[in-house]
């Protein structure tokens, strides 16, 4: 009961589904009863005298004897219901020997019937009558555990929870717990168990059986138990010898021994659960090994004693060897007639064994005696450490790896030779009487068994998975066996495709409990067990049932092969007389294929696939006297004399003629002395078809576990093989073997599904070849390719000759296994055709999925689905066929032009298409002796070149990659010549077809090749009539070997008809790697590129625009030497404007350039800012050097301007110093003075003469020294006149900036082109600018992206421009110059970064002032223009834009506030600054305002000085002061008519609390930037002023300016403005002509004089 699952049968009526059939025994006579219940039977369940149904519907019936329902008669009784279940859905019944069970839909247990040994799980009662909940309470006590299903022995239930796990209640060691009170009432868990993954449970009469899955690498998934519960012992125990680990979980708690007379109690060594070794016989082991069946030792005696262990079972010498060997083991100590001819020989033979390896002779695995000599004399210890080592190599747990660390197993895994099986027949009589006698010799098993056993499992070895590729060299080395060879050809875990929900596990462990009189727990003696332990010898073997009778076992493998053991008192094992303690092979016909079993009292029940579909019924065990047979429900009684009345039992199973009859049987159950089958009617075919699939692919997968274990196995254990095949086809052959392993596990798993479907649910809905249909196909297409691969590289005929080694002369195994029916075929076609075979079982698929579907109703989903499964299936088997046919192809044109040339171009997944050996293809102007070849694979198109008379006709080929190959046809022309154009990355060829059919048929055969290996999927046979076009664009990798500047460069990307085109990856062997855009085939667009510098062993890196394969546009260019340069390139040399910075502050010479570059070279105006000397220089600059006008600052205030050449000062210029000692003359260096010049002294001194020197390090002078009289003014005037000639103009600077904003709209030179243009241009930057940030949108902010979407509009720009417009393109201009992305937004960023270079750290030098204000106007200038040739019709600088004429009434009066504003002219004036200053100057206001406070610091530290002495003064002593007029003076009066005299005390104390509105405005003056700004806070100021006059006068007031400029001085004064000059100074400086005369003009001179007034102001 595997499946989880419970499906009801389906909407078929009643009397088709699920029919019951009972009866007893096996005699011909025999007529099975039918039992009539009015719904389908699912499950049945029976015990000693009573049985249970679950029906359809989840009701429950019992029938049999019933004696707990408390009737006064007992009576058998026909079927009746457990009304005490109705309202439940059950659906799962169990039945013990006197008790029955059964699990609802929600998991929740009810038990009825006997409870004298707790059996049922209520306590204080002795028998249950009706069905009775039984709760299993979680760890916590607070919930239950859902339950699975159950199975109930004689005296105990076990029950298997949603979780997996065994839950057990009832009396004796069966239950698994460790109890030392019985009965146990309560269900408990069976710890034991806990943590692996249990799949399903059964009970005998005192013993219990469990499914479990094998823990993989991956299935651990709760802590696994490490201690024994009861003894406290470690479960697994590692022990170190030498250099390696011995691991053993042979830890057997005492307890678990039932107490029996002859076992001394302290006994703790268990005798060993592993198999005993076989003897292995090899041409190159000098001795076979001599193994022994593991003594028990006594207690008394010690290690020393183990040489004289005894030898129960012995080994024959193999009857081909004639060397001498130990003679047969002596026997058991009880028996004294040895047959051996001396005594004395084995014990010399023992004690040199044990010399040589005294420590390994009594390995950790529970005493089992490892003696195995070999010619290197150490072989035993050898092995072990293998052993261990492979152990921990694969690190698996413990537990789930002991079989394959059983010795055995290991050498038959490394000494693969044929083992010869032995036989102990001889031995058997005196063998059965010793098991009899002795617990004490209890022995893992007879060789009988041993031999029965191993001979099915003979060439069946499977290996740790992925042993070997773990296990060192140097160990194997150390076997001395190099000559063998294994391979691990067991999928684990997750190589298969095998999801471990979905498709069912083979990876299964039996493990047993409870008493073992009858070797029933098949650890090959008679122990019992308290706790579960896994039987060894049936790991691996993929069982998927377990059923349990009395006092046998039995096991039903995924191979349909039945193992069983333990009691054969009736025959009921199937097999030989004599009862079995370890699982051996029940004996049944070639070709019967088991796939269900049940066991009862004394009989087996085998439900097995025959030569038809429908499913047969064997039976072994008991007969029942004829005077039973008839009445199923007969009373039996006498049970003791049963067997003599009983007529005999079989021999081996035998089959039931009676069940053809029964129609198709889906499940057998036994119980008692019953036999019960369920059989479904085959209603429109569908049953049978289910049965089919089912049975076809059970026989499939055991076909393939033949081929598996008989062929292929064999071929890749031969030694020679790598010498025969060479390596490559090795390994073809071992990944061969690795698919095949793969197919054969996943058909294994779909067996056990389709077979547990045919048990259960009888549907289509949970067919999971319909569900995962791709895990099919993709496994059968990988296998067929690699079949394909293996025949194309000559594999199979390679293998002729070993295999003449293998399979002898006549290869009737081959021709058996691959179905051949030809006469005498050869060995090669024989293995082409057996690895050929597994793909044609797709056919079959089809087939059967075909025949499924006609069950259904065309209209219904299910036909659908079975439909498209079934063309699904068919499709992919042409396309296999064509696989097998391609491959064949291939095979052959090898075979048929063999040579260097064809050798070098054979790879395995080459396949052959079309070549034109017939001449069929030819080049265009070939010359007459040349000889073309054309060969198109599946990957490439080869050409071949030669020259005719010449004996190897083809000296060369090139090889064309389909990928990026390009073919079409040449137009047909009047010369007839049927041409194809063929274009690949460096060549093209014209290729000249024989006849336009073979040009049309070579044309497709390229195109749909090109087009397979795009895309890398086989095309169906349909489309192939088709003429399908591959893309013309297309990803793909290719490396270059002839164009010069790409050569053996790799690139990876997308293709446009030969070149590179889109995105991609360009990487060169000297490690340049570019990345990025390509166009016809050259790096275009933005990309990055990394060159590798040799010398500095660093990288250069280069991120930005490319064009035609150079650097071309914006980019940033990290120099491998630190140096970053970051800015305009062009045909990859730095070109227009430009920054580098080099150098940490901390290294050698840290500066930065920002400028003009021409061909790599600072060339044009730039600024240079030498950090580490203190110096700026702005100026012209050629190739790298200062040349031209420029300026240099320092850190220590000296300014100089003047001519450069040869980066030098050379030539006239002006030098000032901070104390502004001034020279004017001529300079020859750096600071050197040399020639005539005037040299002035702050006071206005001068020298004139010759000077020579440098400054400040005393100069030489040859002159006159004058001290003019002079006025102030004057002298200032002349200072000023000198500054600024010598320096560059403000026009000239920064043209590159300019110059690239204009090629941004697409202009040559400012000015010259077409603005719809420009404003295209501006579109198309936006949005790719866009779309490569939206790649990484980190760079953008929310208010940046906002800013981005109002720009996608063009504003409209042309027409006339109305004041609406013109705030519009003011918007606009805001925004655009508010993103880098606009061409305008660029400019001004680059403009403001040039400008804080300049004139932020030592550019903060007052002297450069008036350039700093010059460059502004400059830029204002400069951008208005760009604005103007976007916006066409805006008037020139100072034109007007008139007032709208038809104004209502509320426009017209915010027109006169504005024209009062601006000035007494109607219209708005426009003009660059009022325009753009609001965008430019915040930005540039910083070091600009530092400049002006720097050059007005003397000024305003006098006015300061005077502002804070009159602020001293409270407002009325200061109004007073400055001369306000009494009637301006606000006076708050407290009282209505006070005297004269109180006014004054009242107001002489208060401070700034006159005008104060007006002041907290004028204050506002510091926060703003532009000058029109500022104007406007001054008009406010006065406005506020105003006001408050008018308030006080209470009347319109108008100024004159003798009363207003004492009020305003106050104002002023009591505002205290830190750097009011440098604010007069700066909007004097920039503020808008058009304004100067206007009202903003007379307040601006009105806050002018009250600057000066301050200043100058004497306090008497």
């Known amino acids: 009961m595997m499946e989880p699952q419970r499906k009801s049968s389906g909407d078929d009526d009643g009397g088709e589904r699920g029919l019951l059939h009972c009866w007893r025994g096996y005699s011909y006579s025999m007529v099975p009863e039918r039992l009539l219940l009015p719904r389908p039977v699912l499950q049945v369940a029976l015990g000693a005298q009573h049985g249970v149904l679950l029906v359809e519907g989840g009701q429950v019936y019992s029938f049999g004897e019933l004696p707990w329902k408390q009737t006064q008669v007992l009576q058998t009784t026909k079927p009746t219901l457990e009304n005490a279940l109705s309202g439940q859905r059950v659906v799962a019944v169990a039945a013990g020997s006197f008790h029955s069970g059964a699990v609802t839909e929600d998991g929740s247990v009810h038990m009825w019937g006997d409870n004298g040994a707790g059996q049922c799980g209520l306590s204080g009662l002795s028998c249950v009558p009706n069905p009775t909940p039984v709760a299993l309470p979680d760890t916590g006590g607070a919930q239950t555990v859902p339950v699975l299903e159950l199975a109930c022995g004689e005296k105990h239930s076990l029950a298997l929870s949603v979780q997996r796990e065994v839950w057990a209640w009832g009396s004796g060691c069966q239950l698994g717990l460790n109890a030392t009170v019985f009965p146990v009432w309560k269900p408990q868990k069976v710890e034991q168990l806990a943590g692996r993954y249990v799949l399903q449970v059964a009970c005998g009469a005192s013993h219990s059986l469990a499914l479990v899955r094998c823990l993989g690498p991956e299935g651990v998934q709760r802590p696994p138990v490490d201690k024994c519960n009861q003894c406290n012992q470690l479960l697994y125990t590692m022990t170190d010898k030498e250099d390696h680990v011995i691991i053993s979980d042979s830890h057997y708690c005492p307890m678990g021994v039932e107490a029996k007379e ?99 002779a009594k390995m950790a695995a529970g005493g089992l005696h490892a003696l195995q000599p070999s ?29 394959a660390l059983s010795l055995k197993r290991m050498m038959n895994f490394y000494l693969p030779s044929r083992l010869e099986v032995l036989g102990g027949a001889a031995d058997n009589t005196a063998e059965r009487v010793r098991r009899e006698e002795s617990v004490q010799a209890k022995k893992s098993s007879s060789t009988g068994d041993i031999h029965e056993e191993e001979a099915e499992g003979l060439r069946r070895r499977l290996s740790l998975p992925g042993l070997l590729s773990q296990v060192s ?20 875990g997750g190589v298969a495709p095998e999801d471990q929900e979905v498709f069912p596990t083979l990876q299964t462990e039996v493990w ?51 193992y069983s053991w333990g009691s054969n008192l009736s025959g009921q094992l199937g097999h030989m007389e004599t009862p079995s303690s370890v699982p051996r092979l029940a004996k049944l016909s070639e070709g019967i294929r088991v796939w269900d079993a049940s066991a009862g009292e004394r009989h087996t029940l085998l439900l097995a696939d025959g030569d038809c579909i429908q499913p047969i019924i064997y039976y072994s065990g008991q007969q029942v006297k004829e005077g039973e047979e008839g009445g199923v429900m007969e009373e ?42 369920l059989s479904d009617r085959n209603i429109m075919g569908f049953i049978a078809s289910l049965h089919e699939l089912a049975s076809a692919e059970r026989k499939f997968y055991c076909k393939l576990c033949e081929v598996k274990s008989h062929v292929i196995r064999p071929l890749l254990e031969l030694e020679s093989l790598t010498s025969v095949l060479g390596p490559v086809a090795t390994d073809l052959l071992q990944t061969l073997a690795g698919r095949f392993s793969l197919l054969d596990h996943l058909t294994g798993q779909h067996s056990v599904s389709l077979t547990g479907n045919v048990r259960r649910g009888r549907d289509v809905k949970s ?63 024989l293995l082409v055709a057996l690895f050929y075979l597994p793909t044609q079982h797709l056919h079959e698929y089809g087939r059967l999925l075909l025949k499924l579907a006609t069950c259904f109703e065309v209209s219904s989903s299910d036909y659908q689905k079975l439909q498209d499964s079934c063309s699904r299936f068919e499709a992919w088997t042409l396309q296999l066929k064509r696989k097998r046919k391609e491959a064949e192809y291939t095979f052959h044109f090898w075979k048929s032009f063999p040579g260097k040339m064809t050798d070098s171009l054979r790879k395995p997944h080459r396949r052959l298409i079309y070549e034109s050996s017939n001449k069929s293809l030819t080049v265009q102007n070939a010359g007459r002796f040349s000889v073309n070849w054309f060969i198109l694979f599946n990957d490439s198109l080869v050409h071949a070149q030669g020259v005719a008379p010449c004996k190897n006709l083809f000296s060369t080929h090139h090889i064309f990659a389909l990928a990026t190959l390009w073919v079409e046809p040449s137009p047909e022309d009047d010369s007839g010549l049927h041409g194809l154009k063929v274009v690949t990355p460096e060549e093209t060829l014209t290729l000249l077809a024989s006849s336009s059919a073979e040009k049309s048929k070579w044309l497709r055969a390229i195109n749909q090749a090109v087009d397979q290996a795009l895309s890398g999927v086989r095309q169906d046979t349909g489309s192939s009539g088709s003429k399908s076009e591959p893309p013309i664009s297309r990803t793909a990798s290719y490396t270059f070997y002839k164009d010069v500047r790409l050569k053996d460069a790799t690139y990876e990307g997308y293709w446009l008809a030969g070149k590179p085109h889109g995105r991609g990856i360009l990487k060169w062997p000297d490690g340049r790697i570019y990345t990025g855009s390509f166009q016809n085939g050259l790096e275009d667009g933005f990309g990055e590129f990394v060159a590798p510098n040799k010398t500095l062993n660093k990288d250069d890196f280069y991120q930005g625009y490319w064009k035609e394969g150079k650097m071309h546009g914006f980019g940033t260019y990290r120099y491998a030497s630190g140096e970053v340069y970051d800015g305009s390139f062009q045909d990859g040399m730095r070109q227009g404007h430009g920054m580098v910075r080099s150098g940490k502050h901390n290294t050698s010479s840290p500066s930065v350039f920002i400028g003009q570059w021409q061909q790599d070279k600072k060339t044009g105006y730039g600024v240079f800012d030498d950090i580490t000397k203190g110096e700026k220089y702005m100026g012209m600059w050629q190739d790298h050097q200062r040349q031209g006008m420029g300026v240099v600052v320092t850190q220590f205030g000296l300014y100089y301007e003047g001519v450069f050449k040869d980066n030098k000062m050379m030539g006239t210029g002006i030098l000032v110093s901070e104390d502004d000692t001034t020279y004017e003359g001529e300079f020859s260096d750096e600071w050197t003075l040399s020639g005539k010049g005037i040299l002035t002294m702050p006071n206005g001194d001068y020298l004139e003469g010759s000077f020579s020197g440098e400054w400040g390090a005393g100069l030489k002078v040859t002159g006159s020294y004058f001290k003019p009289n002079l006025f102030d003014a004057e002298k200032d005037k002349n200072r000023s006149v000198k500054l600024g000639r010598l320096r560059v103009r403000a026009e000239e600077k920064w043209q590159a900036v300019f110059k690239e904003c204009w090629s941004q709209l697409g202009c040559e030179a400012p000015g010259q082109g077409e603005h719809w243009k420009a404003w295209e241009n501006i579109a198309v930057a936006l949005t790719s600018n866009r779309q490569q940030i939206q790649d990484s949108p980190e760079i953008l902010s929310r208010s940046h992206s906002k800013a981005l979407e109002s720009l996608e509009v063009i504003p409209q720009h042309e027409g006339p421009i109305t004041i609406e417009r013109y705030h519009s393109i003011r918007l606009y201009l805001i925004n655009a110059c508010d993103t880098p992305l606009h061409p305008l937004g660029r400019l001004v960023e680059t403009l403001v970064a040039v400008y804080r270079m300049t004139y932020v750290g030592v550019g903060a030098n007052r002297r450069l002032l008036p350039q700093a204000v010059d460059e502004i106007k400059s830029y204002l200038g400069r951008i208005f223009q760009i604005v103007r040739f976007l916006f066409p019709d805006l008037p020139e600088e100072g034109g007007l834009i008139p007032e709208p004429t038809e104004s209502p009434p509320d426009s017209k009066q915010e027109a006169s506030t504005d024209t009062r504003a601006e ?25 600009l305002f530092t400049l002006y406070a720097l050059e007005k610091e003397k000024e305003d530290d ?17 109004l007073a002061f400055l001369g306000v007029q009494q009637k301006f003076w606000p006076v708050s009066i407290p009282t209505p008519l006070p005297a004269p005299g109180e006014k004054q005390p009242v107001i002489s104390s208060t401070k700034d609390a006159c005008f104060a509105s007006a002041v907290e405005t004028l204050q506002q003056i510091s926060t703003t930037f532009t000058p029109s700004d500022k104007l406007q806070v001054i008009q406010l100021t006065f406005e506020e002023i105003t006001q408050k006059v008018q308030s006080l006068l209470k009347q319109d007031f108008l100024w004159s300016m003798d009363e207003l400029f004492p009020v305003f001085l106050y104002v002023v004064l009591r505002a205290r403005i830190r750097n009011l000059g440098s604010e007069v100074s700066l909007i004097e400086d920039l503020m808008d002509p058009c304004v100067q005369h206007g009202e903003h003009g007379i307040m601006f001179t009105t806050l002018k004089a009250c600057y000066y007034q301050i200043q100058h102001e004497k306090i008497t």
């Open 375 to 403: 010619s290197s004399g150490r072989g035993s210890s050898a092995l072990n450490s293998l052993v261990s080592s492979c152990a921990s190599a694969v690190g698996e747990r413990v537990a789930s790896t002991y079989e």
């Open 262 to 360: 002859e076992t001394a109690p302290t006994q703790t060594l268990k005798t060993s659960p592993s198999e005993p070794i076989l003897p292995s016989h090899s041409s190159s082991t000098s001795t076979p090994a001599a193994p022994t069946s593991d003594p028990t030792l006594d207690p008394v005696s010690g290690p020393q004693d183990s040489q004289k262990a005894r030898l129960t079972n012995g080994v024959q010498p193999p009857p081909d060897s004639d060397n001498p060997v130990p003679p047969k083991a002596a026997a058991s100590s009880v028996v004294k007639s040895s047959p051996y001819p001396d005594e004395q020989e084995v014990k010399e033979y023992l004690r040199k064994l044990s010399d040589t390896s005294q420590a390994e």
């Open 1463 to 1487: 000035s007494p002219k109607p219209g708005r004036v426009v003009s660059s600054s009022a325009l753009l200053l609001p965008v430019l100057l915040p930005r540039l206001y910083p070091p």
């Open 636 to 677: 039996e009684k006498e049970e003791e004399d049963e067997e003599e009345r009983a007529g005999g039992y079989t021999q081996q199973a035998v089959l039931l003629p009676f069940c053809m009859n029964f129609g198709y049987v889906s499940s057998v159950v036994a119980g008692g002395r019953r036999c019960v089958a």
């Open 767 to 829: 067919l999971l070849i319909l569900e995962h249909a791709g895990i099919f196909l993709d496994l059968y297409n990988d296998y067929c390719s690699a079949v394909g691969s293996f025949y194309v590289m000559g594999g199979f005929h390679a293998l002729t000759k070993p295999s003449l080694d293998i399979f002898g002369k006549s290869p009737e195994l081959l021709q058996r296994l691959s179905e051949c029916s030809e006469e005498n075929p050869a060995t090669a076609d």
């Open 473 to 492: 060299p140097r160990l194997l080395r150390k076997m001395g066996r190099s000559k063998t060879r294994a391979f691990a050809l067991t999928p684990m």
């Open 512 to 562: 047993s409990w409870g008493h073992g009189e009858h070797g029933e727990l098949g650890h090959g003696d008679n122990l019992a067990r308290l706790q579960p332990l896994c039987i060894k010898s049936l790991n691996k073997k993929k069982v998927i049932r377990v059923a349990a009778g009395a006092h046998h076992s039995i096991a039903v493998t995924a191979q349909s092969q039945v």
């Open 1502 to 1518: 006098m006015y300061w000085e005077c502002v804070l002495r009159l602020n001293k003064q409270p407002d009325l002593a200061l």
